[in-house]
């Protein structure tokens, strides 16, 4: 399967991480977004969104990180599903979790974080407090169970450990938010891939420090 990508996108390094996780060998393309890559004529006819990561896999091309996920499991999951249960009330925490990452926590980083590699300034104080709403709810979710949608390590797991570690590159401070703090440590421990996936965030934040 190609997967095009680039090592500083949360998103992308959830489905490296999957994929380590099935035990998939993925053909990795990088995409220069900086430079302006996903608008050639080619990956946009692939891909019209011109978004990462976008998957190819025997000519079905697929995008959204999100999406990927439960897709990779489900085709190549079979004979463990665990990362992506079939009972649907599994199924329906794990979703919640993966809207609640795209849609509020990856969401906060975008508004609050990322213009901060950009600009060099500040984020506005009602971003940051979007932020900490984000980690508070996260804490919530995680005051009865090890992992983020219930006892085990789920794609759920996978995609908000690579927002929440991209939060690093601004030495964000989890210490106030105690069960993330100790489900952060685990997860680091426990997911496939996590070796990459800190690789990642380590380019952005040298990234952001050498400008």
């Not at 990508?5 to 099935?22: D, Q, T, W």
């Not at 949608?149 to 690093?168: K, M, Q, Y």
């Not at 590159?169 to 421990?189: G, Q, R, T």
């Amino acid at each position: 399967m190609d997967l095009y990508y680039h090592p500083g996108s949360a998103p992308c390094r959830s489905v490296i991480m999957a994929a380590k996780a099935l035990g998939l060998e993925l053909n990795l393309k990088l995409l220069n977004v900086m430079a302006g890559d996903q608008l050639k004529p080619e990956f946009v006819k692939l891909n019209p969104q011109h978004t990462i990561p976008t998957l190819v896999d025997n000519g079905f091309v697929l995008w959204e990180s999100r999406a990927i996920l439960i897709y990779l499991v489900e085709k190549y999951g079979k004979e463990d599903d665990s990362l992506y249960p079939a009972d649907p009330q599994q199924r329906a925490v794990i979703n919640q979790r993966l809207y609640f990452d795209m849609g509020t926590l990856f969401q906060s980083f975008i508004k609050a974080i990322f213009p901060q590699i950009r600009t060099k300034k500040p984020a506005p104080p009602e971003e940051m407090e979007k932020v900490d709403k984000a980690f508070e709810l996260l804490n919530t979710f995680l005051e009865e169970d090890e992992f983020v949608a219930g006892s085990s390590l789920t794609v759920a797991d996978i995609a908000i450990l690579a927002s929440v570690s991209t939060f690093e590159i601004v030495d964000f401070d989890f210490s106030k938010y105690p069960n993330v703090a100790k489900w952060y440590e685990n997860a680091k421990e426990v997911t496939p891939g996590w070796e990459q996936n800190w690789e990642g965030v380590l380019i952005i934040k040298k990234f952001m420090e050498s400008n």
